[in-house]
């Protein structure tokens, strides 16, 4: 079975000036056979003409965009994938971290498939105001408007990549249980991860409206999607407890249009060195042929953006 495979990662802070760290992350992906990699802590990949972005592309033998600020990124495969549009600059108004957003089309499903996006979030980290802001202004990604060959417009296919700086929202078994804020002994980090809740007390809770509102718009959680098929390792921590910071958490999600569910095959969260980061990698697998035929025969629905 042909297979595509998409990763997630938040490599802290790119590396953090360091081209050992660099490499031990290019060396890391490139175990994972990636075809498309999603970014996010692109820190000063930018610098000098974007040196070390080039250089990183080079490394995986990809090729990327690298979106404002140097704060997100996409690589992708260049000999499975074809760069159709840029959209990068077009919503980063909205977001402190201003997410990298593409088209791309994947030549064997034909000339007569559908395009999809692909785009990569970093939350904001201290407001959950700011992220339910951010997650609002995402699901535009659920309803992204193109024009076909024949004039008609129709909504892409979209795949997503967040560090989402909150957590999922309950109702998975066996996923990882919401933090018990008293345990987390930053105290602006407490705040940072949480948000007044509805009763009259106004107690605060861990922040979960992003994940839902992205899951209201329709957008698919990966690894709830494969956990729910039987296979609860997808629910694996993309964060490590730590005393500041709380339990282990799943920060770091993939999120899809439902209708590119079908062809989803695995997913998968790989642990990495604390030395090298503070976040885990969630890797989702499709079937290339069963993704080429969702394209091929992707529902006609009007666009409302």
Known sequence: MAQLRFVCWNLERNGAGDPKIRRAAAETLRRLQPDIVLRQEMFRADERGHTI??????????????????????????????????????????????????????????????????????????????????????????????????????????????????????GTADDLPLPDLAAIHHRPHRLHRSRRGPGPDGVRVPDTEPDHTLRTAGLADVARHWAEKGNPAALARTVNASPTHGPDSRIDRVYVTTGLLPAVTGFEVHEVPLGVSDHHIPVVTVDSSVFADLLTGYTRTLAGT
């Not at 990809?62 to 549009?85: D, E, H, K, S, Y």
């Not at 990604?141 to 560090?163: M, T, Y």
Request: charged fraction near 20%; charge should be negative.
């Open 53 to 170: 972005f080039n250089e990183q592309c080079r490394e995986l033998d990809m090729q990327g965009v690298l979106g404002p600020g140097a704060c997100t990124a996409i690589l992708f495969n260049p000999r499975r994938l074809n760069l159709v549009r840029d959209w990068s600059g077009d919503r980063s108004p909205h977001f402190v971290l201003p997410p990298t957003a593409i088209t791309l089309s994947f030549p064997e499903a034909g000339p007569d498939a559908s395009p999809f996006n692909v785009v990569s979030f970093h939350f904001a980290y201290a407001s959950a105001e700011q992220r339910q802001l951010e997650a609002e202004w995402t699901t535009t990604w659920a309803d992204k408007g193109w024009q076909a060959l024949d004039g008609s417009r129709l909504v892409l296919p979209a795949i997503i990549g967040v560090d989402g700086n909150s957590y999922p929202e309950p």
